[in-house]
C-alpha cells in the first residue's frame, strides 16, 4: 500500500431523494456571479419530468439558459470539438451536465475547451490542462461512471480504434447533485452494465498498486453499497432505496479510483469500445471476473476482504483463497444474472482480433501499471479468447 497519497474531489456534494429541486440555490451559491447556463445532456433527457423541473427553476432565478443534446453516447473527439465550435462565441458562467458518463466527461472537457487555447489533442494525458475552465454543475443520471467526482474525462478516437484517458484538476466541478429519482427509469441493462462499471472502479481501486488508506474506505463501503442495492434496483428499478445505494455506491467509486486508479480491466476494456462500440459498462462487466482471476495469486488476501462487504457468507473457517474465489464467481453470478453478454463475437470480434486489441490494451500504461500482476500481450490474448464462443 502506498504510504505517501493524496485526494482531491468536488467543491461540494448535495444527495438525498429529492434534492434535484434545490439545484438553483445551491447553484447561485457556488457560482455567486451565475447568469447564463449551458446545459449538457442528450434528446431523451429533454422529455423527463426532471429536466423540466430543472428548466423551470432556472427560469424563475432570472437565469438564461442554451441547450446542447448532440453529445454521442461514447463521445468521439469529433463530437466534442464539433459542439466548442458551436458554442465557443457565447459567454457562459456555469455548465450543467445532466445525464450519464458520456454526458458529464463532455461536460467537463468543454468546460476546459471554452477557457484554454488548446484542442482535445493537446490535452490527452495527466495534468496537461493549464487553466481552469468555465465552473460545471455535474448531475449523474446513471450509477456508474462516478465520473461527477473524478478528474478524469475519457475520449473515442474511432481512427486509432482506442480510447483515451485525460486527467485534470481542472475538471472537477464546483457542484454535484445525487438524486436517486433521477435514476429510477434506467432500463434493466443500463442498470445492470453502469452498476457494474460502479463495481468495477471499486474493486480495481481496492486491488490496484496505488491502493492507500483513502481508496480503501471509499472502494469497500462502494462495494458495500452496490452489492446490497444492485439486485433490487435491476429487477425493480421503482425502488429508490435500492437507487440511492447505487448512486452513492458510485459516487464513492469514483472517489475511489480518484485516490488510486483503475487497473487492467479498464485497460483491457478501452480497444473493446474503441474498435468494436462495446459499451463501457458492459465491456468492463464482461472482463472483470477474468481479470480478477488472472490476478488471483497477486490479490489473494485483498480479494479476501472484499467477500464480507460483498454479503458473501462462507464456513467459519473458511480460508482467503476460498473467500477471494468465491468473490470472482459471485461476480460470474451477477452478469448471468443481469443478462451481460459473455461472448465478443456478438459484437463483431474474432480469433484474428485479439492480437491487435492485446496489443492496443497493454499500451495503455496508466492503468497496466496499477494492475498488481503484470501482464503481457500474451495474457491479454489469453483472457479475451476467454470471451469468445
Not at 458492459?282 to 464480507?308: C, E, F, G
Request: some cysteine; glycine content about 6%.
Amino acid at each position: 500500500m502506498n504510504t505517501h497519497y493524496q485526494f482531491q474531489t468536488a467543491d461540494k456534494l448535495i444527495a438525498g431523494i429529492g434534492v434535484f429541486t434545490e439545484l438553483v440555490s445551491h447553484l447561485q451559491k457556488a457560482v455567486p456571479s451565475v447568469e447564463r447556463v449551458l446545459i449538457v445532456t442528450q434528446p431523451f433527457v429533454k422529455k423527463l419530468d426532471f429536466y423540466q423541473v430543472m428548466t423551470s427553476s432556472l427560469e424563475k432565478a432570472g437565469l438564461s439558459y442554451e441547450v446542447v443534446t448532440d453529445v454521442e453516447p461514447e463521445p468521439t473527439e469529433a463530437n466534442i470539438e464539433n459542439i466548442k465550435e458551436r458554442v465557443r462565441d457565447s459567454s457562459y458562467d456555469v455548465l450543467i451536465g445532466l445525464g450519464g458518463g458520456s454526458v458529464l466527461d463532455s461536460t467537463k472537457l468543454l468546460s476546459v475547451l471554452l477557457s484554454n487555447t488548446c484542442t482535445i489533442q493537446d490535452i490527452l494525458g495527466t495534468d496537461l490542462v493549464k487553466e481552469p475552465g468555465i465552473p460545471t454543475v455535474l448531475i449523474p443520471t446513471t450509477s456508474g461512471t462516478g465520473s461527477e467526482v473524478t478528474p478524469n474525462a475519457i475520449v473515442t478516437f474511432p481512427d486509432k480504434e482506442l480510447k483515451i484517458g485525460i486527467v485534470s484538476r481542472h475538471l472537477l466541478p464546483v457542484l454535484v447533485v445525487l438524486d436517486p429519482l433521477l435514476t429510477v427509469s434506467l432500463p434493466k441493462p443500463i442498470t445492470a452494465a453502469t452498476g457494474m462499471d460502479a463495481f468495477t472502479h471499486s474493486l480495481e481501486s481496492f486491488i490496484s498498486n496505488k491502493a492507500n488508506r483513502f481508496s480503501d474506505m471509499f472502494a469497500l463501503e462502494s462495494i458495500r453499497l452496490i452489492a446490497d442495492g444492485i439486485q433490487t434496483a435491476y429487477h425493480d428499478g421503482s425502488n429508490v432505496e435500492a437507487r440511492e445505494k447505487m448512486l452513492i455506491g458510485s459516487t464513492y467509486g469514483g472517489m475511489a479510483l480518484t485516490a488510486a486508479g483503475t487497473a487492467a480491466v479498464h485497460a483491457m476494456a478501452y480497444p473493446l469500445g474503441g474498435k468494436f462500440k462495446v459499451t463501457h459498462g458492459v465491456a468492463n462487466s464482461m472482463l472483470l471476473p477474468h481479470v480478477m482471476a488472472y490476478n488471483m495469486d497477486a490479490i489473494v488476501d485483498r480479494l479476501a476482504q472484499v467477500a464480507d462487504p460483498m454479503g458473501i457468507q462462507l464456513n467459519q473457517g473458511a480460508t482467503s483463497q476460498q473467500k477471494a474465489k468465491a468473490v470472482v464467481q459471485k461476480i460470474k453470478e451477477w452478469t448471468a444474472e443481469f443478462s451481460i453478454p459473455q461472448d465478443l463475437t456478438e459484437f463483431g470480434v474474432r480469433e484474428d482480433d485479439l492480437e491487435d486489441l492485446a496489443i492496443a490494451a497493454v499500451q495503455v500504461k496508466r492503468l497496466m501499471d496499477n494492475n498488481p500482476k503484470e501482464m503481457t500481450v500474451n495474457d491479454a490474448i489469453q483472457i479475451y479468447k476467454k470471451l469468445l464462443a
